[in-house]
């Protein structure tokens, strides 16, 4: 059976404290606190900018040996730039990424073998954008050819109609995992893998996030659960329990936004799955 680590995107939510972390404790120990209960964790923060030399350094520093931490390309590479719809011509351009690439994975290679999947996660593209998926597996292709081979790579995308064989056959040729995101506005992995097979690579990365204006509208703070999800969890637990049995990874990570709270959902995955830790 593979090993399955599990944690939460992002460790730095407020409404966590005297919950999840002590009362009063700095901002600053709130990662190495995190690594007690969890052996990984999905950096947010990379999203928005790369990081530099200084703050990996502090990550790696900060974390046991065995701890892994992923983390997502730069939004001017995945989206193009700060506006609000995706430029075309930005994304997936390493020309015109102001050096964010490269600092990036220098930065990242800092964690050594803490360093988890590097996530490229794109927006919704409409036909504006790119007319079809053809362009775009055009695009992703180049930019996979050229990325270094020492780190490990997934793909998230939000059209779900992109999701079938062009797209899938183009990551397993280049050893990428398919991100098996569970949001509002697409179909369940469960329901995905009856109609594809999903293994595209070593590893499965899967990601929770669920619907933020649902819970967004019923809770502003992120310390108890607001939504039952235990029916998508189940068809998760029964997905993630077959893919341990045929890879020997599988990484999950919980938002806040699935369920309310996100490290009693990713306790919950596991234990459904029958691997939860002490913690």
Not at 224 to 237: F, S, T, Y
Request: glycine share 6%.
């Amino acid at each position: 059976m593979g090993e399955f680590l599990y944690g939460t995107s992002s460790w730095s939510e407020k409404s966590w404290a005297g919950v999840f972390y002590p009362a009063g404790l700095a901002a600053s120990a709130q990662l190495a606190h995190y690594a007690t209960q969890f052996r990984t964790v999905e950096a947010d923060v990379t999203y928005y900018r790369a990081p530099d030399a200084r703050l990996a350094a502090g990550w790696e520093a900060k974390t046991p040996e065995g701890f892994v931490l992923s983390a997502k390309f730069p939004r001017s590479i995945v989206h193009g730039g700060e506006e609000a719809t995706p430029d075309r011509d930005h994304v997936l351009s390493v020309d015109r990424s102001g050096g964010d690439l490269a600092r990036f994975l220098s930065s990242m290679a800092l964690l050594g073998e803490k360093c988890g999947p590097l996530v490229l996660q794109f927006p919704y593209f409409n036909q504006k954008v790119f007319e079809g998926v053809e362009p775009f597996l055009e695009k992703l292709d180049r930019f996979l050819e050229q990325l270094p081979a020492d780190f490990r790579y997934a793909v998230e995308v939000r059209n779900k109609n992109w999701i079938d064989a062009p797209l899938l056959d183009l990551l397993r040729r280049r050893r990428t995992a398919l991100v098996l995101v569970d949001i509002a506005y697409m179909p369940h992995p469960a329901e995905l893998a009856k109609r594809h097979d999903l293994f595209t690579t070593d590893f499965i990365y899967a990601r929770l996030i669920g619907d933020r204006k649902r819970i967004d509208s019923l809770t502003d703070r992120f310390d108890k659960i607001v939504v039952d999800q235990g029916e998508r969890l189940a068809a998760w637990a029964e997905f993630l329990r077959e893919a341990l049995k045929r890879l020997p990874r599988v990484f999950a990570y919980a938002n806040n936004h699935y369920a309310g709270y996100a490290p009693e959902t990713i306790r919950d995955l596991a234990a459904r799955i029958g691997v939860l830790e002490s913690g």
